[in-house]
């Protein structure tokens, strides 16, 4: 199976910044997207940012000034936040698709990282 690692949350305060990193192991041939969500206490999970194998970026309107995706390698995303407030404190959530040794079709998700971020 296709395993995501994340690392990089933490407790911060407002107005502080953190970097997310998330990387792609196992049996994989091909990594194409990656993504960042988040889902907050008593919140559905809602989209942060989406990057491609190009580099072809997207991000929810309301963390778009903030929040920078990036990829470093085929295999690793980062999501850097900037000027947190307390209303992003939530489990974010790795996420990649692509294709495993078998060049059979995957999505994963990574196990999620606590951002708390205080007032």
């Known amino acids: 199976q296709v395993q995501l690692v994340e690392s990089g949350g933490g407790l911060v305060q407002a107005g502080g910044s953190l970097r997310l990193s998330c990387a792609a192991s196992?049996?994989?041939?091909?990594?194409?997207?990656m993504g960042w969500y988040r889902q907050a206490p008593g919140k559905t999970r809602e989209l942060v940012a989406t990057?491609?194998?190009?580099?072809?970026t997207r991000y929810a309107d309301s963390m778009k000034d903030r929040f920078t995706i990036a990829r470093d390698s085929a295999k690793n995303t980062y999501l850097q936040m900037n000027s947190l407030k307390p209303e992003d404190t939530a489990v974010y959530y790795c996420n990649a698709d692509g294709y495993d040794s078998r060049w059979q079709y995957f999505e994963s998700w990574g196990q999620g990282t606590q951002v708390t971020v205080s007032s």
């Open positions: 196992g049996k994989i041939s091909r990594v194409d997207d």
């Open positions: 990057i491609t194998r190009g580099s072809s």
